[in-house]
């Protein structure tokens, strides 16, 4: 079981976008003044975006990306204290996560493209960090692209857990309709919850055929697991 964090898990945009402003600025000299879509993305990859829309060319992207990565773990780091008050976990997502380590056989992790320090910081802000391993997840600080951190991820969880977990039984619950297509590509099943900015019809369209409103249902939820990843049900 795989999970995206942002308008997945939590909503945290606002102390994102600060420490995506602080690191910015600190290693281009120039202030970050048009933002870009984030849904989907790593966090290497909307820093290349935010060099393209603001105009900056000091150096070159591969160049300026460690520093960028160091100077956004420290800058959300700094911020870790405002998370309660200026995020929240998505409605049930705690419930959610819970149930779903209770499910038999079942080893939960995320894919994101937040790097792996602020990904930790995010989950244990709202305490979901204890019901999955991260140890093994995929994380934006990896530089690859989310169908690659999928595939890398089961592979990890593999070696860990000294088990095969199958391609068909693999399954990636996601807001964004690229983490949808990217769920695809890595042979992962997807389900979508609409908490994000995409719409049903377009994570339909996308090629989830499963799609929550929230996850406040978890029984729903639970059972939309079972039936996209084709575990068989006891009795």
Not at 4 to 16: F, G, M, R, Y
Not at 107 to 114: H, N, S
């Amino acid at each position: 079981m795989l999970w995206n964090i942002d308008l997945t898990l939590v909503d945290v945009a606002q102390v994102t976008r600060a420490a995506y402003a602080e690191a910015f600025e600190r290693v281009t000299g120039a202030p970050l003044v048009y933002l870009a879509s984030t849904g989907g993305r790593t966090d290497s990859e909307i820093f290349f975006e935010f060099l393209a829309r603001n105009d900056v060319e000091r150096g070159s992207g591969e160049e300026l990306l460690p520093e960028f990565i160091e100077a956004l773990a420290e800058g959300f780091a700094r911020r870790r204290d405002q998370l309660p008050a200026r995020g929240r976990a998505m409605p049930g997502a705690l419930a959610a996560v819970a149930a779903v380590a209770g499910m038999p056989d079942t080893v939960q992790t995320v894919v994101t493209g937040t790097i792996m320090a602020n990904a930790v910081a995010k989950l244990a802000a709202f305490g979901l960090d204890g019901y999955l391993d991260l140890s093994i997840g995929g994380f934006g600080s990896e530089h690859y692209p989310k169908a690659s951190l999928i595939q890398f991820t089961r592979m990890r969880a593999a070696e860990a857990h000294k088990t095969s977990f199958p391609e068909e039984q693999t399954v990636y619950i996601t807001d964004s309709v690229r983490d949808v297509e990217a769920a695809t590509i890595g042979h992962a099943a997807p389900i979508a919850v609409v908490s994000g900015s995409a719409t049903e019809s377009q994570l339909r369209a996308a090629g989830a055929v499963h799609v929550l409103d929230d996850l406040t249902d978890t029984q729903r939820l639970t059972k939309a697991i079972i039936e996209a990843s084709r575990i068989p049900q006891a009795g």
